[in-house]
């Protein structure tokens, strides 16, 4: 599996169990940290534990596991390091005040249908 494939992987699992304005964004030319991000919300701290363990269930039924998890013991932010995809689960609060998604902005951002999925 691509880095891509994994990365939209990812995201169809988070829409499954309605994240907000997920956000894909190639980073491989500008980092070295990983080929993509995959950012997202969640409306609770909750809802990003749910999402977190919706895209870990997903990607185990297809032998692939996390290199590690970060912040599930935090309330508002989850990162999944699957090596060429970093996953980011917020609270929209966390999000908005962190802000990868301008901070990535040189990024180049993946347009998903997610009515192929």
Avoid: C
Wanted: net charge negative; charged share 25%.
């Amino acid at each position: 599996m691509t880095s891509l494939e994994l990365a939209k992987k990812i995201a169809f699992s988070l829409d499954d169990k309605k994240a907000r304005n997920i956000n894909v964004i190639k980073v491989s030319e500008i980092s070295s940290l990983a080929d993509y991000f995959v950012i997202a919300a969640g409306n609770s701290s909750t809802q990003v534990h749910a999402l977190s363990d919706n895209v870990e269930a997903t990607l185990k039924e297809i032998g692939i596991e996390p290199i590690s998890v970060e912040g599930y013991r935090s309330q508002g932010w989850i990162i999944l390091d699957y090596a060429s995809v970093l996953v980011h689960v917020f609270t929209q609060e966390t999000r908005d005040f962190y802000d990868l998604d301008r901070l990535w902005s040189d990024g180049i951002k993946v347009d998903i249908d997610y009515n192929k999925n």
